[in-house]
């Protein structure tokens, strides 16, 4: 990965919820971004990385956008001297200034020392519940947001919801549009504001965790930088609402799951569980058992204590999978849910009882379920069915370092 790929993993979901504050608009902030990284690509080959690159992009991009809005306030004053001020052009009502002024959460920047009071004082965190605003529709909240905070790429949302590029592309610019056709303030979250979007933005952390711990792109097998965005948003929200259990086990369910990266590079059922972070498991695990106290059951609480379970167990096969697969009957059936618990039963039950479950999963965009059939075939001696599924695996996935643990498996067969 170059230096300026980590920066952008980096900084920008930072540098637009900055920038977004201060502005008073999403789509300004996300420009004025980019084209930050537009010049940092064009420089930085010759000049050198700078010493601080996340400052150096949050202040180029701050340059940017305060250009740009003094050229169309320029040009509104040039319309308005022919009588076209009133019409919509690039300073009308319609136009950037007008929304710099009046749209997301337009307002003057906090002088030195000045704090703004609410419940939400982080930019990521503020941005993250403007972006999950009721207004949204619940899938495009947590897609918007994704993008916004997350500052992953479309493909990588697209593949998070299985689902084609061009229609995750469309969502996420409806969603943009609403909330500047709305006026929905970027601002702190009044206290009864927060559970409306409580669920939203729960969700998002964790398609971000998520994310992290299976990059749909790159070289690599894990996204460190992503996995710490997400630990650090969930601890927030756990501050923000310390009574809410689900945020304690989403938070839990991140650092049990964060703890493997040391280890994957092969899938969990091959990982070297001495390389696992201990004190992350352990953190995780004493979240979980805060969590039973309270006895409020969650999604998040439910998963993170399934990977409790596996924490506790010294391999594979000394995991309780019988215990694994009732925490899989709390959770909603959802396709993902049935694949994993499918995975389960066939260590309960045997792959033969596995495999029959899994073909009635509908994910067939997903690298993961197209692996685990050829796993489960591979282990009933169907040798031409399994090369055949960890091809359909290797056609769904872009990421080099899953594509090559998927070669390796294929090319183990007999």
Same mark, same amino acid.
């Given at each position: 990965?170059?230096?300026?790929?980590?920066?952008?993993?980096?900084?920008?979901?930072? =540098?637009?919820?900055?920038?977004?504050?201060?502005?008073?608009?999403?789509?300004?902030?996300?420009?004025?971004?980019?084209?930050?990284?537009?010049?940092?690509?064009?420089?930085?080959?010759?000049?050198?990385?700078?010493?601080?690159?996340?400052?150096?992009?949050?202040?180029?991009?701050?340059?940017?956008?305060?250009?740009?809005?003094?050229?169309?306030?320029?040009?509104?004053?040039?319309? =308005?001297?022919?009588?076209?001020?009133?019409?919509?052009?690039?300073?009308?009502?319609?136009?950037?200034?007008?929304?710099?002024?009046?749209?997301?959460?337009?307002?003057? +920047?906090?002088? +030195?020392?000045?704090?703004?009071?609410?419940?939400?004082?982080?930019?990521?965190?503020? #941005?993250?519940?403007?972006?999950?605003?009721?207004?949204?529709?619940?899938?495009?909240?947590?897609?918007? $947001?994704?993008?916004?905070?997350?500052?992953?790429?479309?493909?990588?949302?697209?593949?998070?919801?299985?689902?084609?590029?061009?229609?995750?592309?469309?969502?996420?610019?409806? *969603?943009?549009?609403?909330?500047?056709?709305?006026?929905?303030?970027?601002?702190?979250?009044?206290?009864?504001?927060?559970?409306?979007?409580?669920?939203?933005?729960?969700?998002?952390?964790?398609?971000?965790?998520?994310?992290?711990?299976? +990059?749909?792109?790159?070289?690599?097998?894990?996204?460190?930088?992503?996995?710490?965005? %997400?630990?650090?948003?969930?601890?927030?929200?756990?501050?923000?609402?310390?009574?809410?259990?689900?945020?304690?086990?989403?938070?839990?369910?991140?650092?049990?799951?964060?703890?493997?990266?040391? %280890?994957?590079?092969?899938?969990?059922?091959?990982?070297?569980?001495?390389?696992?972070?201990?004190?992350?498991?352990?953190?995780?695990?004493?979240?979980?058992?805060?969590?039973?106290?309270?006895?409020?059951?969650?999604?998040?609480?439910?998963?993170?204590?399934? *990977?409790?379970?596996?924490?506790? %167990? =010294?391999?594979?096969?000394?995991? !309780?999978?019988?215990?694994?697969?009732?925490?899989?009957?709390?959770?909603?059936?959802? +396709?993902?849910?049935?694949?994993?618990?499918?995975? *389960?039963?066939?260590?309960? !039950?045997?792959?033969?009882?596995?495999?029959?479950?899994?073909?009635?999963?509908?994910? !067939?965009?997903?690298?993961?379920?197209?692996?685990?059939?050829? !796993?489960? #075939?591979?282990?009933?001696?169907?040798?031409?069915?399994?090369?055949?599924?960890?091809? *359909?695996? #290797?056609?769904?996935?872009?990421? $080099?370092?899953?594509?090559?643990?998927?070669?390796?498996?294929?090319?183990? #067969?007999?």
């Amino acid at each position: 990965m170059s230096p300026l790929e980590q920066v952008f993993r980096e900084a920008h979901g930072r =540098a637009v919820a900055v920038l977004a504050r201060q502005l008073g608009d999403l789509d300004l902030a996300e420009e004025a971004v980019a084209e930050a990284f537009a010049v940092a690509a064009a420089t930085w080959p010759d000049r050198g990385t700078p010493p601080s690159p996340v400052g150096w992009v949050i202040t180029t991009a701050r340059h940017k956008a305060v250009d740009r809005l003094r050229r169309e306030a320029v040009g509104s004053a040039k319309l =308005a001297e022919v009588g076209g001020g009133a019409g919509g052009g690039a300073g009308g009502r319609g136009g950037r200034v007008g929304r710099a002024r009046r749209g997301v959460g337009a307002r003057r +920047p906090a002088g +030195p020392g000045q704090e703004e009071v609410g419940a939400v004082r982080d930019d990521q965190l503020r #941005l993250l519940f403007t972006c999950c605003h009721p207004a949204l529709a619940p899938e495009s909240r947590v897609a918007l $947001t994704l993008r916004m905070v997350g500052g992953l790429t479309t493909p990588e949302i697209a593949r998070a919801f299985l689902v084609p590029e061009a229609t995750m592309a469309a969502r996420i610019t409806r *969603a943009k549009h609403k909330i500047a056709k709305a006026r929905i303030p970027y601002r702190v979250p009044a206290e009864a504001d927060l559970p409306a979007r409580w669920a939203s933005v729960l969700a998002v952390v964790h398609l971000v965790g998520t994310e992290a711990h299976s +990059p749909a792109t790159g070289t690599e097998p894990t996204r460190p930088d992503l996995a710490a965005d %997400a630990i650090r948003l969930a601890r927030l929200l756990v501050a923000l609402r310390p009574d809410e259990p689900e945020a304690r086990g989403l938070l839990a369910l991140l650092l049990l799951t964060a703890s493997r990266a040391p %280890a994957r590079a092969r899938p969990l059922d091959r990982q070297d569980r001495s390389l696992w972070d201990r004190a992350q498991v352990e953190e995780g695990q004493e979240l979980v058992r805060q969590c039973l106290r309270v006895g409020r059951p969650g999604t998040h609480q439910v998963q993170a204590a399934i *990977a409790a379970v596996h924490a506790d %167990a =010294a391999t594979w096969a000394d995991t !309780d999978w019988a215990q694994v697969v009732a925490l899989y009957d709390l959770l909603p059936a959802t +396709p993902v849910v049935a694949l994993n618990r499918a995975v *389960a039963v066939a260590e309960l !039950d045997g792959p033969s009882v596995g495999l029959a479950l899994v073909d009635r999963v509908d994910l !067939d965009r997903s690298p993961v379920l197209h692996a685990v059939r050829a !796993d489960l #075939l591979r282990r009933l001696d169907r040798v031409d069915e399994a090369r055949a599924a960890y091809d *359909a695996a #290797l056609a769904r996935t872009q990421n $080099t370092a899953e594509q090559a643990d998927l070669h390796r498996r294929r090319a183990a #067969l007999p």
